[in-house]
């Protein structure tokens, strides 16, 4: 099992990114997924989760401005981040598990990460 993400940047507050993860080894459709963010030194966030027993869940940090999407025929996860903060500066992860984890639970399968820098 794989998880590569894509997809981060440089971008000024108020804009927007789009982070991927491309999944290989298993199929995404009923894997429970997630996005953690952490910055060094910071304890890890888990910012949302998608088909983890009740559909889409988002931290309170960021409801109403990220989204998740999930595209079957390419086992890609979508991170879709809207109205950015310099606040969401970070390192974003990308985990699956067979289990219905909440944002704190303890995922098996983890990309490598990928840097968001919002500046102000």
């Known amino acids: 099992v794989r998880l590569v993400e894509s997809g981060g940047g440089a971008v000024q507050a108020g804009g927007s990114v789009t982070l991927s993860c491309e999944v290989t080894?298993?199929?995404?459709?009923?894997?429970?997924m997630v996005w953690f963010r952490q910055a060094p030194g910071n304890e890890r966030e888990g910012v949302a989760t998608?088909?983890?027993?009740?559909?889409?869940v988002l931290a309170d940090s960021v409801k109403g401005r990220f989204t998740l999407s999930k595209d079957n025929s390419k086992n890609t996860l979508s991170h879709h981040m809207n109205t950015l903060k310099p606040e969401d500066t970070d390192m974003y992860y990308c985990?699956?598990?067979?289990?219905?984890w909440g944002l704190g639970g303890p995922f098996g399968y983890w990309g490598q990460g990928t840097q968001v820098t919002v500046s102000s």
């Open positions: 985990a699956a598990d067979e289990e219905p």
């Open positions: 080894g298993y199929r995404i459709g009923t894997y429970c």
């Open positions: 998608i088909d983890c027993g009740e559909g889409t």
